[in-house]
């Protein structure tokens, strides 16, 4: 793919097909990704990548957790809730999502369903969990490198065939997380990236958010015109 195609092509894949991905195509995409910038080569991004058994005690984890009532342990902060603008493109792009399923607005079940999909790692057959060195806890340059690694991985991986989603559920759970996948103490669990061979037929997964336009996000400086 040409660099135009990927960033306008890609999307948030939801859906997966069930096939493994092979552990060399995923290194591969890893070793794309890392050549993401960070702030004087810092580098404080590390990967750890499950599959399989693991996973599904993940998924088993964070679902079992979040019907019980436990509160979320994220390990990064998440600031106030989204209000204004911001939680108008939120609710907008919900509304897209919960339409291209059939997901109606008094059906609880089915809207659970959904979000419960997100703590399940969307059922994808791979989960790529971005964790970052403690030692660097409390820069915000790091967590800033992290999404800047983690950009160019789902672009990477959409330039081979494969579909992503960087999500927080899937990680809301943090000792499970750290548990089944073997994390160490020295690093901070930062993001999660659910990654697979998308699942065409999946209907969200043609779902297409919108984006402010240049002018309304950009300010130019200094220009004539």
């Known amino acids: 793919m040409q660099f135009d195609d990927v960033i306008l092509g890609r999307r948030s894949i939801r859906g997966y097909k069930p096939d493994p991905v092979p552990k060399e195509l995923i290194a591969e995409i890893i070793g794309l990704a890392m050549r993401a910038p960070s702030s004087m080569n810092t580098q404080p ?6 599959t399989g058994e693991p996973l599904d005690r993940i998924r088993a984890g964070n679902t079992e957790r979040m019907l019980a009532g436990i509160p979320q342990s994220r390990e ?4 106030q809730a989204f209000a204004g603008k911001h939680r108008d493109r939120q609710v907008g792009v919900a509304k897209q999502l919960f339409s291209a399923m059939g997901i109606e607005r008094e059906n609880m079940e089915k809207r659970q369903d ?3 999909r997100g703590f399940r790692q969307f059922d994808a057959p791979v989960c790529v969990i ?9 820069s915000d340059d790091t967590p800033f490198d992290c999404g800047a690694v983690a950009t160019a991985l789902v672009n ?3 330039s081979r065939g494969l579909g992503a989603v960087i999500n ?3 990680i809301m759970q943090s000792p499970v997380v750290r548990e089944h996948a073997g994390i160490a103490d020295d690093q901070v669990i930062m993001k999660s990236i659910a990654l697979g061979w998308p699942d065409e037929t999946f209907p969200a997964n043609a779902v297409v958010s919108a984006r402010k336009s240049v002018e309304e996000a950009t300010v130019f400086v200094g220009f004539e015109t």
Do not use: H
């Open 45 to 50: 991004w590390n990967f750890y990548v499950i």
């Open 130 to 138: 971005i964790t970052y060195d403690r030692v660097l806890d409390g």
């Open 168 to 170: 927080s559920q899937g």
């Open 156 to 158: 990477a991986a959409w």
């Open 76 to 79: 990064f902060r998440t600031g």
């Open 114 to 116: 959904w979000v419960l």
